[in-house]
């Protein structure tokens, strides 16, 4: 890995940090948008998923016909899935935030499962190198400024 990948790992092991000292903070939002996000999540328009009208919309405003991961049709792929670029288990505070949220297919999302994003570029730079840059133009940089404040 090259010298920016260098750079990554670090912001990661500092939003890693903070992330654990803000994880044993939690406040009641943070639970109340937690939960929030199990009736609102969705995993191709399935409704026993809790997919509601504003989630469904939200992924029809922030996708098209394909995956930004495979660049794959959602269609081929199991379907479009709301994804947390920084894992709801780790960062549970920012379940509901926007800039945290990405939708990907259902295929890539299983993949990536509960990786830490670092730890995802990194998954992806080893085993699908050719989608490499298609991860890192995803990777939320701003999120993980704004854990430093």
């Known amino acids: 890995m090259n010298s920016e990948s260098k750079d990554l790992k670090e912001l990661f092991d500092l939003a890693d940090r ?10 009641q939002q943070d639970f109340e948008d937690y939960r929030k996000y199990d009736y609102w999540r969705c995993v191709n328009g399935d409704g ?13 405003e ?6 930004p991961i495979c660049e794959q049709r ?17 960062y549970p505070w920012l379940s509901m935030n926007f800039e945290n949220l990405w939708v990907i297919c259902q295929m890539c999302n299983e993949e990536k499962g509960e990786m830490h994003w670092y730890e995802y570029e990194h998954y992806v730079f080893i085993h699908s190198p050719k989608l490499y840059s298609n991860v890192q133009a995803a990777r939320p940089s701003l ?4 854990l430093k404040s």
């Open 143 to 146: 999120l993980l400024k704004s």
């Open 62 to 67: 922030n996708s098209d016909w394909n995956c």
């Open 18 to 27: 903070v992330g654990r000292r803000r994880y044993h903070r939690l406040t």
């Open 48 to 60: 026993e998923c809790g997919s509601t009208r504003q989630s469904k919309d939200w992924i029809d």
């Open 74 to 90: 959602y269609a081929d792929r199991g379907g479009r899935t709301i994804d947390h670029k920084l894992p709801r288990s780790q």
